[in-house]
């Protein structure tokens, strides 16, 4: 469980109840990531907004990828699971495993190839990007404004990550349904919990979550 406390589902009133709501609506289960932001839920709730406008103008592949590959890079297991698992509807297993192990020649395009490692340096040390790393994306196809929508997506991965990780946050079991080498390649930093899940509703259904 992450490092600090809190509010459990059970007793959740008001706005962290509805954001345990709205995550269990998507997961199934409430999960462990939501719980560190229950002293804030206003900024969960305005990180789905900025996440939802970055995603916006991208291809879902496109983004898909790029936040697979920032959070690999960031060492974030709960994010590397989670996007490698949506990345399975674009690429094989054996392609995802060449991708987290840097072989991504073998089976991305050199567009691709040079998006992966612009990523990796965003997440790693964006300080170290000069001007000609740009070109060279511009040079594959990249126009400005999607090489801005790169460098976003994986900068607010860096912030998501970041909390969670800080945080002690581990990713909950149900998100590592993937086949063992998956699992492996894929858990680069804080180990999954096996712990039992919490869902909602474990208030009284006809309380307001707003009161």
């Given at each position: 469980m992450p490092f600090i406390e809190t509010i459990q589902p059970s007793v959740a009133r008001g706005?962290?109840?509805?954001?345990?709501?709205?995550?269990?609506?998507?997961?199934?289960?409430?999960?462990?990531?939501?719980?560190?932001?229950?002293?804030?839920?206003?900024?969960?709730?305005?990180?789905?907004?900025?996440?939802?406008?970055?995603?916006?103008?991208?291809?879902?592949?496109?983004f898909e990828l790029v936040t697979f590959v920032a959070a690999h890079e960031l060492r974030n297991s709960a994010c590397t699971l989670a996007h490698g698992r949506v990345l399975r509807e674009y690429f094989d297993d054996a392609a995802l495993l060449a991708i987290a192990g840097r072989r991504e020649d073998d089976v991305l395009d050199a567009a691709e190839q040079a998006l992966v490692r612009f990523v990796r340096q965003v997440a790693a040390d964006p300080t170290q990007i000069d001007a000609a790393q740009v070109a060279s994306l511009r040079d594959h196809g990249f126009d400005d404004a999607a090489i801005f929508d790169v460098v976003a997506a994986a900068a607010g991965r860096c912030f998501f990550t970041r909390i969670l990780d800080a945080l002690g946050v581990q990713i909950d079991s149900p998100i590592m349904a993937l086949d063992a080498p998956l699992r492996h390649a894929f858990t680069v930093g804080r180990p999954i919990d096996t712990s039992p899940t919490v869902c909602m509703p474990l208030i009284d259904p006809t309380e307001s979550i707003t009161s």
């Open positions: 706005a962290v109840a509805a954001m345990y709501r709205r995550q269990q609506d998507n997961w199934g289960f409430v999960p462990q990531y939501a719980y560190v932001f229950s002293h804030r839920p206003e900024v969960m709730a305005r990180w789905a907004a900025l996440l939802a406008e970055i995603k916006r103008p991208m291809d879902r592949r496109r």
